[in-house]
């Protein structure tokens, strides 16, 4: 089987800066794949690569891409490896697109809205309140650690009754900092916390391992939950750290995994806790990434996709912010019309 392959590379402004421990982003970058096969049958997919998140980056996709050339075999798309996780997933994407297989029926899945860091969230809290949310994530780690910290009671005090709050600090503590904070969110409505602390592989093998023992340990030793994210990157890693017995939630954005069905597979035999998450992607990748989440057999803890209106150009963005995702909402992303909107 041999394939017709086209593709486009995209910089897309967000509508606003978004504030991380990882610094300013301004916009997303990636790769739309057009695959085509003997039949005519058309699929497409998106390699939305996040390099500082540890995933490969836009330019090694476009050297992949330029190597497979306009008409791959099914065994050159085979070839492309774990390292270009994200360009596996689009490609995957794409063939399962041409071999009809969609979003399945399944009931609405409650979604989580995104507060900016800092001061601003104080504002957005009701509004999203108001429109039904009852799940909040909040970016921490990105102010100063005594104004963030006494920023969490304003914030919870906003929060309508029964709702929970997740705290994300992508990866920006140490230990003295992450237990100041897991010592003020015992008492706190907080689901859990994400990523406390994170050691990228480029620090070196010994400081990865200490900060790995660090986040088992706070797990250990705290009641409030702590998540893992950035360090779910390559598909290896769900295993490693079912290996290591980690107690908590693993949050995972298929967009960023080469094989999102061998990895949500041994989540579920293992019986895990799962978030699924936005790696914001476009609406393109979303559909694809929002598929699994319907799939998806075990309890459902709510979406990390409350991401949207995300882009300065609306045609990219995903479906409507809303309390619950329905299946619908999916099936409306028209994946030719994103393509489109490129040209």
């Not at 390699?47 to 490969?56: D, M, R």
């Amino acid at each position: 089987m041999r394939y017709l392959l086209s593709h486009r590379r995209y910089r897309l402004p967000f509508r606003a800066p978004l504030r991380t421990a990882h610094g300013g982003f301004e916009a997303r970058e990636g790769f739309f794949l057009r695959l085509q096969d003997e039949q005519g049958r058309v699929g497409l997919g998106e390699a939305a690569t996040l390099p500082w998140f540890g995933t490969e980056s836009v330019e090694a996709v476009g050297e992949w891409l330029r190597t497979l050339g306009p008409e791959p075999g099914a065994n050159d798309l085979a070839e492309i490896p774990a390292s270009a996780g994200c360009l596996r997933n689009a490609v995957a994407a794409a063939r399962s697109m041409i071999a009809g297989e969609d979003v399945p029926e399944a009931k609405p899945l409650p979604v989580a809205a995104l507060l900016p860091a800092g001061r601003a969230a104080l504002g957005r809290i009701a509004p999203l309140a108001e429109a039904g949310f009852r799940t909040f994530k909040w970016k921490v780690g990105v102010g100063d650690l005594a104004d963030e910290l006494a920023l969490l009671d304003d914030v919870c005090a906003q929060l309508p009754d029964g709702a929970r709050l997740r705290l994300d600090a992508n990866g920006a503590w140490d230990r003295r900092q992450a237990e100041r904070w897991l010592e003020r969110t015992a008492e706190r409505p907080v689901e859990f916390v994400e990523q406390p602390a994170f050691a990228e592989p480029t620090a070196g093998r010994a400081r990865v391992r200490r900060t790995e023992d660090l986040l088992l340990g706070l797990a250990g030793d705290f009641p409030t939950p702590l998540a893992l994210d950035e360090s779910l990157v390559g598909d290896g890693d769900v295993e490693r750290w079912l290996g290591a017995g980690w107690p908590g939630v693993y949050v995972i954005k298929p967009s960023l995994c080469a094989d999102p069905g061998a990895v949500l597979g041994r989540l579920a035999a293992a019986k895990a806790p799962v978030v699924f998450s936005s790696a914001l992607e476009t609406a393109l990748g979303a559909r694809a990434a929002l598929a699994w989440a319907f799939r998806w057999k075990g309890p459902v803890r709510a979406l990390g996709f409350g991401v949207w209106p995300l882009f300065a150009d609306a045609r990219f963005d995903g479906p409507v912010l809303a309390p619950f995702m329905r299946r619908e909402d999916v099936m409306r992303i028209d994946p030719e019309a994103v393509w489109n909107a490129l040209t």
